[in-house]
């Protein structure tokens, strides 16, 4: 366990002196496992140190949560017993078991008490979290797409594509003076599609997964998703391969090769062309949904790295629609450029609940 390998950020030097009570924050993706070291000051969380681990590296979450407390114990004089941590997937009534969407394990609060120094945990939902992350983003912490006026204290539609796709509506809580997300599994609701093209795409992907059941929009709008889309648009014969297309193939249609040439190559263009269509169609309708005029805002790794997807084209196929329209002009739109948002939502839920 000790040759464990993760990436280490400190955002500030770390006194025990400084903060009355120290948590542990975490969020647990198919790709990532980030856990940070929040201090505590008056329920305000201030993230110190963030730890990054690789999930298909890990055997089990047990592991990275002990290494990273041993870390803190060790390095700063830190003992943490009480945690917060998010994941992709579907929580249990309880609120005590995780069964992971992506990662290779699920998670068990009652697994974690046992196996590390832990005494209280939470479990919850991984855009749950980034839904609470909102509470405690700043200007710096987003791009604006798209202008409006945003009306303080509307809901709030939050929605990113990475490994998967997750959703959740913000609600302001006048009792708490913050916003409190509603957990949605919106994700894996039936991809409508509005073009031919998006119809030959579904058929597509329900041949190829040699399925008669509806397809996704996780299916479309995820690394998977990504995948699926290249490979109808490679089949289809419309672009000639590039200098390009034998490193993709070899990569098995990997969503990082399709995102590297998006500019250097027309299959890897039109793949993300289709990719943000369907983007735009998914936040029209979960806006329309909960009339979100506090905004909407995207998260997840896919659009971080191809903010150019974004554009106007984007914003006319978000405000496209017979009726709401004139609604939809009237909400902005921002991408989260913190990575740290789900964590920064772990720590703030951990630091008011856990006391």
């Not at 000790?2 to 030097?13: D, L, S, V």
């Not at 009355?20 to 929040?38: A, E, R, Y």
């Not at 929605?159 to 509506?169: D, N, S």
């Amino acid at each position: 366990m000790a040759k464990m390998q993760f990436q280490k950020t400190e955002y500030k030097t770390i006194s025990k002196s400084d903060y009355p009570i120290f948590i542990l924050g975490g969020d647990v993706g198919g790709t990532n496992t980030n856990l940070g070291v929040f201090g505590v000051k008056e329920s305000i969380p201030k993230l110190l140190a963030s730890f990054h681990f690789k999930s298909m590296e890990l055997r089990r979450l047990h592991f990275a949560v002990s290494r990273t407390l041993s870390y803190a114990e060790e390095n700063y004089n830190i003992k943490i017993t009480k945690a917060c941590i998010a994941a992709a997937g579907v929580l249990s009534p309880e609120k005590d078991y995780v069964k992971t969407q992506n990662a290779p394990w699920s998670i068990s609060k009652k697994e974690l008490l046992e196996k590390t120094i832990l005494k209280k945990i939470m479990l919850m939902n991984d855009f749950e979290a980034i839904g609470y992350g909102i509470n405690m983003l700043s200007k710096n912490d987003v791009a604006v797409i798209k202008k409006a006026q945003r009306v303080p204290k509307a809901p709030i539609v939050v929605a990113g594509a990475g490994t998967g796709l997750g959703k959740a509506t913000l609600i302001y809580d006048e009792h708490t003076e913050a916003y409190v997300p509603l957990p949605s599994e919106a994700g894996h609701a039936d991809f409508a599609a509005q073009s031919q093209e998006e119809l030959d795409l579904i058929n597509f992907v329900r041949k190829q997964k040699k399925t008669k059941q509806s397809i996704s929009y996780e299916q479309i709008l995820s690394g998977q998703g990504l995948t699926n889309i290249y490979s109808f648009i490679r089949q289809s014969g419309k672009f000639k391969g590039t200098k390009h297309t034998k490193e993709i193939d070899k990569s098995k249609y990997s969503p990082e090769m399709i995102s590297k040439y998006r500019k250097n190559d027309k299959n890897c263009e039109a793949a993300f062309n289709t990719f943000k269509m369907a983007y735009a169609g998914f936040l029209k309708r979960c806006a329309i949904d909960s009339l979100s005029f506090g905004g909407i805002y995207i998260a997840g790794g896919i659009s971080s790295k191809n903010r150019g997807i974004f554009d106007k084209e984007f914003v006319k196929a978000f405000e496209d629609n017979y009726k709401m329209r004139f609604a939809l002009k009237k909400m902005p739109i921002y991408l989260i450029t913190n990575y740290n948002v789900g964590l920064l939502g772990a720590g703030f839920v951990g630091a008011r609940m856990l006391r």
